[in-house]
């Protein structure tokens, strides 16, 4: 994959960002005072808003089902209310002022405003590249005042700044008089990239990407590891390896500036042209690429005073440098704002931003997980472990695992239990985990870090241990305030519960636990697997092959598969006569029972595999009943 995640491109940068961004970079930032008055004044079909007095300029406003949609700026604009605004899923909107969190959703009538469903007038739309917003609602929540100026037709919002309402923008010119951006892990520094917004950063810094309103700018800087010497050909190629496919180099020469000697690559890709230059210092390799709307490559020299400021190092005494680093004394801030969570953790860790929960992985499979859910009426942390223990109990033979270890902590200041934990798949490698279980309200709370049993007592498993339990911070209202009922399917779990399952199109039927059907919604699929814990049951029919010529096929599978079949047998299953198999794994400590066998014309393979560390009695009561129970529905 290429070190470059890239935003280019008119319409795909306004698609990504979601314009509720682009909108947010366009205007100056400055902190209103504390308990001022703000007068915001906006005006159907003008592109000029004034907020108190000062005209700013902006996506104009328009009439929808009669009520006024104005542009989210509006409301975000640091001079005025200073709204604080999260996009996620390039959809979703949450605005944040004094007490008040609103949610929104472009494309969609139904909003949450301070923890209350509602359904707007009018639903946010996105219009060209600007996020616009019913008013109307907006300033009501905010606690604001609207009327009409009848000689300019102008709307005029009046309310009272709070002194904590000031937002922080998504753009870098944040601090009054900072004129520099720079990153004081990775050791660079710039000047400031007047009119563009930053769009994206990795965790961990190691890159970061800016572009302006229209998305006719593009910047983005990579940093590298390259402690070994590089020549020009190895230089050159790192930076090709960052090109898009459909890019046309249309210069390559070397160049030297006040920062050192860099390699320069000029290209083209649709209406852009694009320049790349890479340097190598501080035992990293930086490519710095500069992207322009242009009809000529030529026109890329207007902006090579911006791209000539590079330089791979970093003035901490310099106070117009405004530092991006994310890594901070060796660790990485990370933060969710639906859980008002934050966290510093290695900078070898990354968070996995597609997870439905809070999901951090670090070096050699470690992960932190942080998971909220309602409460079961009348549960307690003790009936939370119980429960917990008794799953392992059920689905862990007791040689597979240590007997876990408890203890009372006080977590993000409320009591909890800390649950010491240890099991192996293979008896060969061991694994633990540290899980925290607190309730606070309506809410329960599960943290499970997962690491290798070995390092338990290094450094690393012991930092972030502390970090879990003393650094890490948790926002309680927060949560309150985003979320609503989120039962845990595990609270209410049966596990002795039965299910039967039946197919028409192959007429056969078969009963299993019912968590083992999970997910599963076609029966007529001629492929189709049972899945609990360690153990799964296959069934799959072929109508188009004979029997002997799988069978064939199956055996010789087993033998490349490195499979040692441990009996083979002629037995009657399901009422017709079936090849038994027996096999286990050369590699892996797993048990496999298949039944081979024909009916109507058609090939059925029933298969059952299950590991030594699930064996548990229940589990083995549960694979063999549901294996037997396969029965035929049709004479």
């Given at each position: 994959m290429s070190a470059f995640i890239r935003l280019k491109g008119k319409g795909l940068v306004a698609l990504l960002l979601a314009a509720v961004l682009f909108v947010l970079a366009a205007i100056p930032v400055s902190s209103a005072e504390s308990g001022t008055s703000l007068e915001v004044r906006v005006k159907v079909g003008s592109n000029q808003m004034k907020i108190n007095g000062a005209a700013v300029k902006v996506q104009p406003p328009f009439k929808s089902a009669g009520n006024v949609m104005v542009p989210l700026s509006v409301f975000t604009n640091t001079k005025g209310f200073g709204a604080k605004v999260q996009l996620k899923n390039n959809k979703i909107i949450t605005l944040t002022y004094e007490k008040h969190i609103v949610v929104l959703t472009l494309g969609s009538k139904s909003a949450t405003i301070d923890g209350k469903k509602v359904t707007l007038a009018a639903a946010p739309v996105n219009k060209q590249g600007v996020t616009m917003v019913p008013l109307t609602i907006l300033v009501k929540t905010f606690g604001a005042k609207q009327a009409i100026d009848a000689k300019t037709k102008e709307i005029v919002i009046k309310a009272t700044v709070a002194s904590d309402s000031t937002g922080s923008q998504s753009g870098i010119d944040t601090d009054s008089g900072k004129s520099q951006i720079g990153d004081s892990h990775y050791k660079w520094s710039m000047n400031y990239p007047t009119g563009l917004v930053q769009d994206v950063q990795f965790t961990n810094g190691e890159w970061i990407s800016f572009s302006d309103v229209k998305g006719d700018y593009y910047m983005a800087i990579s940093i590298m590891e390259a402690e070994d010497p590089l020549d020009v050909e190895d230089k050159r190629d790192l930076i090709k390896e960052n090109m898009e496919d459909d890019e046309t180099i249309v210069d390559v020469k070397t160049i030297t500036r006040s920062g050192g000697s860099f390699e320069r690559i000029v290209t083209k890709q649709y209406d852009f042209f694009y320049e790349y230059r890479g340097i190598q210092a501080n035992g990293y390799f930086y490519t710095v690429v500069f992207g322009k709307q242009a009809k000529s490559a030529s026109e890329l020299n207007q902006h090579a005073g911006l791209?000539?400021?590079?330089?791979?190092?970093?003035?901490?005494?310099?106070?117009?440098?405004?530092?991006?680093?994310?890594?901070?004394?060796?660790?990485?801030?990370?933060?969710?704002?639906?859980?008002?969570?934050?966290?510093?953790?290695?900078?070898?860790?990354?968070?996995?931003?597609?997870?439905?929960?809070?999901?951090?992985?670090?070096?050699?499979?470690?992960?932190?997980?942080?998971?909220?859910?309602?409460?079961?009426?009348?549960?307690?942390?003790?009936?939370?472990?119980?429960?917990?223990?008794?799953?392992?109990?059920?689905?862990?033979?007791?040689?597979?695992?240590?007997?876990?270890?408890?203890?009372?902590?006080?977590?993000?200041?409320?009591?909890?239990?800390?649950?010491?934990?240890?099991?192996?798949?293979?008896?060969?490698?061991?694994?633990?985990?540290?899980?925290?279980?607190?309730?606070?309200?309506?809410?329960?709370?599960?943290?499970?870090?997962?690491?290798?049993?070995?390092?338990?007592?290094?450094?690393?498993?012991?930092?972030?241990?502390?970090?879990?339990?003393?650094?890490?911070?948790?926002?309680?209202?927060?949560?309150?305030?985003?979320?609503?009922?989120?039962?845990?399917?595990?609270?209410?779990?049966?596990?002795?519960?039965?299910?039967?399952?039946?197919?028409?199109?192959?007429?056969?039927?078969?009963?299993?636990?019912?968590?083992?059907?999970?997910?599963?919604?076609?029966?007529?699929?001629?492929?189709?697997?049972?899945?609990?814990?360690?153990?799964?049951?296959?069934?799959?029919?072929?109508?188009?092959?004979?029997?002997?010529?799988?069978?064939?096929?199956?055996?010789?599978?087993?033998?490349?598969?490195?499979?040692?079949?441990?009996?083979?047998?002629?037995?009657?299953?399901?009422?017709?006569?079936?090849t038994k198999y027996e096999i286990?794994?050369?590699?892996?400590?797993?048990?496999?029972?298949?039944?081979?066998?024909?009916?109507?014309?058609?090939?059925?393979?029933?298969?059952g595999s299950m590991n030594d560390f699930s064996g548990t009695e229940m589990n083995r009561n549960h694979f063999n009943a549901a294996i037997n129970s396969f029965q035929f529905t049709s004479k």
């Open positions: 791209l000539d400021s590079f330089q791979p190092k970093y003035d901490s005494s310099n106070k117009s440098l405004k530092d991006l680093a994310r890594i901070i004394n060796g660790k990485v801030v990370f933060e969710n704002k639906d859980y008002g969570l934050k966290i510093h953790l290695p900078k070898e860790w990354s968070e996995d931003t597609e997870d439905t929960n809070p999901y951090f992985y670090g070096p050699d499979s470690t992960s932190l997980m942080f998971q909220v859910n309602s409460i079961k009426p009348g549960d307690t942390l003790e009936d939370l472990i119980k429960r917990k223990l008794q799953f392992y109990k059920d689905q862990i033979v007791q040689t597979y695992q240590k007997d876990p270890i408890t203890t009372a902590i006080t977590w993000n200041g409320i009591p909890a239990t800390l649950v010491e934990y240890s099991y192996t798949y293979d008896k060969e490698t061991w694994w633990s985990e540290y899980e925290v279980y607190a309730i606070k309200g309506n809410n329960k709370y599960y943290l499970n870090y997962t690491f290798e049993d070995k390092d338990k007592d290094t450094d690393e498993v012991k930092g972030v241990l502390e970090e879990i339990l003393h650094g890490m911070k948790v926002d309680f209202s927060v949560i309150e305030k985003s979320f609503g009922e989120i039962p845990d399917p595990n609270d209410t779990a049966d596990y002795q519960a039965l299910v039967t399952k039946t197919s028409k199109t192959d007429e056969f039927s078969i009963t299993v636990p019912k968590y083992w059907t999970k997910g599963l919604t076609d029966m007529e699929s001629g492929s189709i697997l049972f899945s609990g814990y360690g153990l799964d049951i296959y069934i799959g029919i072929d109508p188009e092959s004979s029997l002997s010529e799988l069978q064939e096929s199956m055996e010789t599978g087993f033998e490349i598969r490195e499979y040692k079949v441990d009996s083979k047998t002629n037995v009657t299953f399901a009422g017709v006569n079936a286990s794994s050369t590699y892996s400590n797993m048990r496999i029972t298949s039944y081979l066998f024909e009916n109507k014309g058609k090939v059925y393979l029933i298969q």
